[in-house]
């Protein structure tokens, strides 16, 4: 999760979570995420959540949690295809949230180049099963290998598409509002886009209305693999910030003290 490359999972994620409409519509309807004006510091404060359910200590997470459980919990959206209303914190919803970010992150890594092995990414998407529980999942109907989760997929594409508001959200990331003083993060918006598109799974990007083709794929993969290769060559200390040389730091601890222990994230 320290990995610098694993920023370009973190966006992949928003996209691919866009795809499930009430999520989307429950988003659009109710978060500031949809306002240039306030969508940078929304998307700090979505940032900040996952920096401290990965990295924080256990009260730590515990708080986060329930304050977006507690806030998730007051809120509904209304369906634009049925005009059904719907609660924020459906199972489904959340479900589809937590997923995408696992895949996106998982994904981005081993086409990268982070040395997982199979073991190590079915290890990977049960970790974060525990991430799951912390926005109010059951951790047991939570897919909890990479198998479970491909089935996971396989069933939902009947069942998602690109909605207005996810197609609206696609546009905005080539030219996102940003403060004046992360102007260069505009100007490279356009490449960094075009890199997290081509990263997601050839049905997304056809329902995005995007070509789905392999050399799309190829063309990713080896961005990402110099990418991360680049980032390697960056000393440990300047490359990962300070919750991961943190997590680092005890997780190698803690491997000495339990010899055969592996922990994949």
């Given at each position: 999760?320290?990995?610098?490359?694993?920023?370009?999972?973190?966006?992949?994620?928003?996209l691919?979570?866009?795809?499930?409409?009430?999520?989307?519509?429950?988003?659009?309807?109710?978060?500031?995420?949809?306002?240039?004006?306030?969508?940078?510091?929304?998307?700090?404060?979505?940032?900040?959540?996952?920096r401290?359910?990965?990295?924080?200590?256990?009260?730590?997470?515990?708080?986060?949690?329930?304050?977006?459980?507690?806030?998730?919990?007051?809120?509904?959206?209304?369906?634009?295809?049925?005009?059904?209303?719907?609660?924020?914190?459906?199972?489904?919803?959340?479900?589809?949230?937590?997923?995408?970010?696992?895949?996106?992150?998982?994904?981005?890594?081993?086409?990268?180049?982070?040395?997982?092995?199979?073991?190590d990414?079915?290890?990977?998407?049960?970790?974060?099963?525990?991430?799951?529980?912390?926005?109010g999942?059951?951790?047991?109907?939570?897919?909890?290998?990479?198998a479970?989760?491909?089935?996971?997929?396989?069933?939902m594409r009947?069942?998602?598409?690109?909605c207005?508001?996810?197609?609206?959200?696609?546009?905005?990331?080539?030219?996102?509002?940003?403060?004046?003083?992360?102007?260069?993060?505009?100007?490279?918006?356009?490449?960094?886009?075009?890199?997290?598109?081509?990263?997601?799974?050839?049905?997304?990007?056809?329902?995005?209305?995007?070509?789905g083709?392999?050399?799309?794929?190829?063309?990713?993969?080896?961005?990402?693999?110099?990418?991360?290769?680049?980032?390697?060559?960056?000393?440990?200390r300047?490359?990962?910030?300070?919750?991961?040389?943190?997590?680092?730091?005890?997780?190698?601890?803690?491997?000495?003290?339990?010899?055969?222990?592996?922990?994949?994230?």
């Amino acid at each position: 999760m320290g990995e610098p490359v694993l920023m370009v999972g973190g966006i992949r994620a928003l996209l691919l979570q866009a795809l499930h409409p009430r999520t989307m519509w429950g988003t659009a309807q109710n978060s500031e995420l949809m306002d240039p004006s306030t969508a940078w510091e929304r998307l700090g404060r979505t940032v900040e959540f996952v920096r401290v359910r990965t990295y924080g200590t256990e009260d730590e997470v515990e708080r986060v949690g329930r304050r977006v459980r507690k806030l998730h919990s007051k809120l509904t959206g209304l369906d634009l295809g049925t005009g059904e209303t719907f609660r924020v914190d459906d199972p489904e919803n959340l479900l589809w949230v937590h997923l995408g970010e696992v895949d996106s992150y998982l994904d981005v890594a081993r086409r990268a180049g982070v040395p997982l092995t199979r073991a190590d990414a079915d290890a990977f998407v049960d970790e974060q099963r525990r991430a799951a529980a912390v926005v109010g999942l059951d951790p047991a109907d939570v897919p909890g290998s990479v198998a479970e989760m491909e089935d996971y997929y396989a069933d939902m594409r009947r069942r998602i598409w690109a909605c207005r508001e996810a197609r609206d959200g696609l546009r905005r990331m080539f030219s996102p509002a940003v403060p004046r003083h992360l102007l260069p993060l505009k100007l490279a918006a356009p490449g960094i886009g075009m890199l997290v598109v081509a990263t997601l799974p050839r049905w997304a990007r056809r329902m995005y209305g995007l070509p789905g083709l392999p050399t799309s794929d190829l063309a990713a993969t080896l961005t990402l693999k110099g990418l991360y290769r680049t980032t390697r060559a960056v000393p440990e200390r300047f490359r990962y910030t300070p919750d991961a040389r943190r997590a680092r730091r005890l997780t190698r601890e803690h491997e000495a003290a339990r010899p055969g222990l592996s922990i994949a994230s």
